[in-house]
T-cell receptor
Framework: NAGVMQNPRHLVRRRGQEARLRCSPM?????VYWYRQLPEEGLKFMVY????????ESGMPKERFSAEFPKEGPSILRIQQVVRGDSAAYFCASSPETRGTDTQYFGPGTRLTVL | GQNIDQPTEMTATEGAIVQINCTYQ??????LFWYQQHAGEAPTFLSY????GLEEKGRFSSFLSRSKGYSYLLLKELQMKDSASYLC?????????????FGTGTRLKVLA
């Protein structure tokens, strides 16, 4: 059973370009979370999605950032017109449900560098 | 509001025992999780507590007191490979859904 997959693992963009980060949850998982982590800091919640639905996007910046989790295919975190402050590690996590002992399982992350 | 506090850094010696504390404030507590994260890698799940008391899993144990909003992670027989960040996270139930709130992590250095 493959774990959570993220690609690309490393992404370099120039200021003003778009960044697309992909996340394929574990098989059987229908809940996806995106987090951002700056160096030497903790994980900051960005968005929580289920298939075709955004459940909670309270951690997403209001502009330039969007996320989707279509019926088919991976979840996508999209950052438009990137700025240097967007440089960070972006982790995706998935879970089958959000009750009981079900925890989140994290992907390896995408490290975005904005030049 | 929601808040999680844990020490920023700790240092311990190989073979020793270390306790990493975490205090939290949430309105809809639905479980507390500990994760280990090595530098440059993804967090990996260590433990889960939802009821008061101690959960033991090999060299690692986790304790929860809901009335005090307090948890700790206990690592015994420390090994060099235990040098990592340890993240405390609380699952919060609100408006019919759930959110995981993470602390900033405790960087543990294990010295020979």
């Amino acid at each position: 059973n493959a774990g959570v997959m993220q690609n690309p693992r490393h992404l370099v963009r120039r200021r003003g370009q778009e960044a697309r980060l992909r996340c394929s949850p574990m098989k059987g998982h229908s809940h996806v979370y995106w987090y951002r982590q700056l160096p030497e800091e903790g994980l900051k919640f960005m968005v929580y999605l289920q298939k075709e639905n955004i459940i909670d996007e309270s951690g997403m910046p209001k502009e330039r950032f969007s996320a989707e989790f279509p019926k088919e295919g991976p979840s996508i975190l999209r950052i438009q017109q990137v700025v240097r402050g967007d440089s960070a590690a972006y982790f995706c996590a998935s879970s089958p449900e959000t009750r009981g002992t079900d925890t989140q399982y994290f992907g390896p992350g995408t490290r975005l560098t904005v030049l | 509001g929601q808040n999680i506090d844990q020490p920023t850094e700790m240092t311990a010696t190989e073979g020793a025992i270390v306790q990493i504390n975490c205090t939290y404030q949430t309105s809809g507590f639905n479980g507390l999780f500990w994760y280990q994260q090595h530098a440059g890698e993804a967090p990996t799940f260590l433990s889960y507590n939802v009821l008061d008391g101690l959960e033991e899993k090999g060299r690692f144990s986790s304790f929860l007191s809901r009335s005090k909003g307090y948890s700790y992670l206990l690592l015994k027989e420390l090994q060099m490979k235990d040098s990592a960040s340890y993240l405390c996270a609380v699952r919060d139930h609100y408006s019919g859904t759930y959110k995981y709130i993470f602390g900033t992590g405790t960087r543990l250095k294990v010295l020979a």
